[in-house]
């Protein structure tokens, strides 16, 4: 699995964490998949979520810094994909053939 | 941190320390409103600016909210109260705390300020009426609300229709109303809860922030806090009704910033004794 993989499937197993997997087992969870539509999370399991990535990633991510400038709905709106990529920009270490960031 | 057990529940709760401490950061603990309200709605509104601007915030679920336990009893303004305590000891938080609350949180949050002041250094109230008439009057319309959605949600079989993967936010807002209007004393514990006194707003040693919208219900609870508690602000914001929180986000998030800032000179300037105004003598 892939660096990229680890991120997604660290969030899905927080989701269901969190949602439950009754719920979770008839959806197929991507990158393109939305938190307010597909998911129908509510505000305070997104709450939890990143909780969650907050004490995985601790002190790599900040998420009050990724949500600033958006307000609730937009939040919401956002794609599985947009916070996984998020994590992925501040956790990525250098690694040979990489350049150093 | 996400559960932290206090007296005798398990509460879900978040603390948000700022990047940089100072020895006079205050404290900010954020009180949310009654049944689909929860510690999300100043989460994502009040709580972040709070901490950019140097505050230690602490929100949580109150009992039967959000993702706390939700026993059967004990909703009522001193359980609250009692509630709040317990967390703050649990969280090892002795020094006073400001309180910023909203709605109903309010009728807890002042509850504090009167029956614990050494444990309150300041109280916002955004859009709640604790004392007087104007207070009783909301208590008794809060019931009455209250009492008929839980007969609605008992009655039409409501928690039933929305019980499908589609409509699981619906679904879940139903059936946690349903248990906590339905399976707990809350509702009997807000119709019997009382209005505070002129005599113990007036008691009210710490500074206080009242926000109302110029159109809400609640708007008359300005005055009751203004004419009697010895050290108010109170701010009316025009063309707004009781979604204050809501619809003046930002508004709302300048003036508290600004408040917490003028008490936090001020308690600077209280510890710093005045400069004498004469020279000794020879």
């Given at each position: 699995m892939s660096t990229t993989d680890t991120v997604l499937g660290e969030v899905v197993e927080m989701l269901i964490e969190i949602v439950g997997e009754d719920f979770l087992l008839d959806v197929e969870i991507t990158r393109d998949t939305t938190f307010s539509d597909d998911l129908a999370l509510e505000s305070i399991e997104f709450v939890a979520l990143t909780e969650k990535l907050q004490r995985r990633y601790s002190g790599r991510v900040d998420f009050a810094a990724l949500v600033a400038d958006m307000d609730i709905t937009e939040i919401m709106a956002m794609k599985v994909g947009t916070l996984v990529a998020y994590v992925e920009e501040r956790t990525t270490v250098a690694r040979p053939g990489s350049r150093a960031r | 941190m996400a559960d932290v057990h206090a007296n005798g529940i398990r509460f879900n709760a978040q603390i948000l320390e700022p990047q940089e401490h100072t020895a006079d950061a205050p404290t900010v603990v954020f009180v949310h409103g009654l049944i689909s309200d929860n510690l999300s709605s100043f989460y994502y509104t009040l709580a972040g600016p709070a901490v950019v601007n140097g505050a230690r915030v602490i929100l949580y679920d109150l009992?039967?909210?959000?993702r706390s336990h939700r026993p059967e009893t004990g909703y009522t303004a001193d359980d609250g109260v009692n509630d709040l305590c317990a967390l703050l000891d649990a969280l090892g938080v002795d020094e006073p705390v400001h309180l910023v609350a909203n709605s109903y949180g309010g009728i807890v949050a002042a509850r504090m300020a009167v029956t614990e002041p050494d444990r309150v250094a300041g109280l916002t109230l955004i859009e709640a009426s604790c004392a007087g008439t104007s207070a009783a009057a909301w208590i008794e319309d809060m019931a009455n609300t209250l009492s008929v959605t839980a007969l609605r949600l008992e009655y039409d079989g409501a928690r039933n229709q929305y019980d499908k993967a589609g409509q699981r936010r619906m679904a879940r807002l139903i059936a946690h109303a349903d248990g906590l209007l339905n399976r707990t004393t809350l509702v009997d514990d807000v119709a019997s809860e009382r209005p505070l006194r002129p005599a113990e707003l007036a008691a009210i040693r710490c500074p206080v922030l009242g926000v109302y919208g110029e159109r809400s219900e609640l708007v008359g609870a300005a005055a009751e806090l203004a004419r009697h508690v010895p050290d108010c602000t109170v701010e009316i914001l025009p063309g707004l009704a009781h979604t204050v929180l809501r619809e003046a986000t930002e508004i709302l998030r300048d003036i508290l910033l600004t408040w917490l800032a003028e008490q936090r000179t001020r308690a600077r300037e209280r510890r710093v004794p005045a400069a004498p105004l004469t020279k000794e003598g020879p």
């Open positions: - | 009992r039967g909210h959000g």
